[in-house]
């Protein structure tokens, strides 16, 4: 079975912080991804990598960047967290195979004070 | 550009009924069609996809879902609906020109009571 995990299932920061969330797949998998999920709103990419060290702008990238130094690691960084960056943050991986469907983590719910 | 609606926040059924969660897309070419289910503090789970070939197609846990070219629908079917399906319920599409991500819905929660 493939595996998509991310470092935490619940994290609590301040404004102004910065936050790494990780994830990391062990299918060998080409493609990974970031989501945000809000409630009405569904999920909204953020950024994803077709590769090392590639990356693409998502649907709503402001305030967010990201790294991926090795295939199976995917890094989301908010590098000055806001509290409109609250929300439910998933990762996923794929084949670069057009028709593949994605594999998610279980998810990080993220809370900025 | 890509886009998908699923017209009902909420859907309620009785358990043993069968259930419909709807889904229309809007692609420029053909398009690549997926369900996937959220349970409670859970990610997402792919359920099945549409590629090509037979417009009905059968995925996990007894679901099915129907292309309908005609009217770029592609709803989520189970005949007889269990309280355990009791979840949110995403549809995504990407098309064939499309990069690799895939868009989704903004999900339907769906209740089956006892």
């Known amino acids: 079975d493939v595996k998509v995990t991310q470092s935490s299932r619940y994290l609590v920061k301040r404004t102004g912080e910065k936050v790494f969330l990780e994830c990391v797949q062990d299918m060998d998998h080409e493609n990974m991804f970031w989501y945000r999920q809000d409630p009405g709103l569904g999920l909204r990419l953020i950024y994803f990598?077709?590769?090392?060290?590639?990356?693409e702008k998502g649907d709503i990238p402001e305030g967010y960047s990201v790294s991926r130094e090795k295939k199976e690691r995917f890094s989301l960084i908010l590098e000055s967290a806001s509290t409109n960056q609250t929300s439910m943050y998933l990762c996923?991986?794929?084949?670069?195979?057009?028709?593949?469907?994605?594999?998610f983590g279980p998810g990080t719910r993220l809370t900025v004070l | 550009a890509q886009s998908v609606a699923q017209p009902e926040d909420q859907v309620n059924v009785a358990e043993g009924n069968p259930l419909t969660v709807k889904c229309t897309y809007s692609?420029?070419?053909?398009?690549?069609l997926f369900w996937y289910v959220q349970y409670p503090n859970r990610g997402l789970q792919f359920l099945l996809k549409y590629i090509t070939g037979d417009n009905l197609v059968k995925g996990s846990y007894g679901f099915e879902a129907e292309f309908n070219k005609s009217q770029t629908s592609f709803h989520l079917k189970k005949p007889s609906a269990l309280v355990s399906d009791s979840a949110l319920y995403f549809c995504?599409?990407?098309?064939?020109?499309?990069?690799?991500?895939?868009?989704f819905g903004t999900g339907t929660r769906l209740t089956v009571i006892p």
């Open positions: 692609v420029s070419g053909n398009p690549y």
């Open positions: 990598s077709y590769d090392v060290k590639m990356k």
């Open positions: 995504a599409v990407r098309d064939e020109a499309g990069a690799n991500n895939l868009f």
């Open positions: 996923a991986s794929s084949l670069a195979i057009f028709y593949n469907e994605q594999f």
